[in-house]
């Protein structure tokens, strides 16, 4: 089982959609999450941090479910400039971070 | 501000020639420093990370190697690069806060033919 798991998609959505992602991660002891986002042919940045008690940021939410092991992404009123590859990452007991193989968005005009 | 810098930015490389890579960090000191790759269509897979000058740990066996000659410079090699050596590789510094996040430099994009 990979220690990340993600949907690759892709997610192909019109403008104005809610869409969302979701993640898993296999390591339990894990301590820190997050989102980054990755447009094509460019580094990743950081979306945002995915804290237990769920949080937003504009359009975005994430949430956190330890006990099910999985973190998710909202995207509400989707835009043509959200279209990217978003990247779950998951700090693990090793202090490492963990990167999944991210989801594919595609917003349509 | 922190900012993080690598070059060069895109470069074809033939069987057997050597490789350097090169990353500086500005507006911190002491960074914990980490080199990247991505192979097309694939997750980042963290090839070494540094704490400290001179201090190395490699991730995965391979052909690369690591050195951090300067608090605030890594550099990735190889003396003879493999056709498997291409992808996107990607230098990084964790920020300071306690979650521990990556912020990335711009990517080097390495075809080896």
């Known amino acids: 089982r990979k220690e990340v798991e993600q949907d690759p998609g892709p997610f192909n959505v019109p403008e104005g959609a809610t869409v969302a992602f979701n993640c898993t991660y296999s390591?339990?002891?894990?301590?820190?999450f997050f989102w980054y986002r990755q447009d094509c042919r460019k580094e990743p940045k950081l979306l945002m941090s995915v804290y237990s008690s769920g949080n937003e940021d504009g359009r975005f939410t994430a949430q956190l479910n330890r006990a099910s092991q999985y973190i998710s992404l909202l995207i509400r009123d989707s835009k043509l400039s959200d279209s990217a590859t978003y990247l779950c990452?998951?700090?693990?007991?090793?202090?490492?971070?963990?990167f999944g193989t991210g989801t594919l968005l595609a917003v349509q005009p | 501000s922190q900012t993080i810098h690598q070059w060069p930015a895109t470069l074809v490389q033939p069987v057997g020639s050597p490789l350097s890579l090169e990353c500086t960090v500005e507006?911190?000191?002491?960074?914990?420093l980490y080199w990247y790759r991505q192979a097309a269509g694939r997750g980042l897979q963290l090839l070494f990370y540094s704490v400290g000058i001179g201090q190395i740990s490699s991730e995965v066996p391979q052909n690369l190697s690591a050195s951090r000659p300067q608090d605030r410079q890594f550099i990735l090699s190889s003396k003879k690069l493999l056709l498997s050596d291409s992808g996107f590789y990607l230098c990084?510094?964790?920020?300071?806060?306690?979650?521990?996040?990556?912020?990335f430099g711009e990517g080097s994009r390495l075809t080896v033919l």
């Open positions: 507006g911190t000191s002491n960074p914990n």
């Open positions: 390591n339990s002891a894990s301590q820190s």
């Open positions: 990452v998951v700090k693990g007991a090793t202090n490492k971070l963990i």
């Open positions: 990084a510094f964790s920020g300071t806060s306690v979650t521990g996040e990556l912020f």
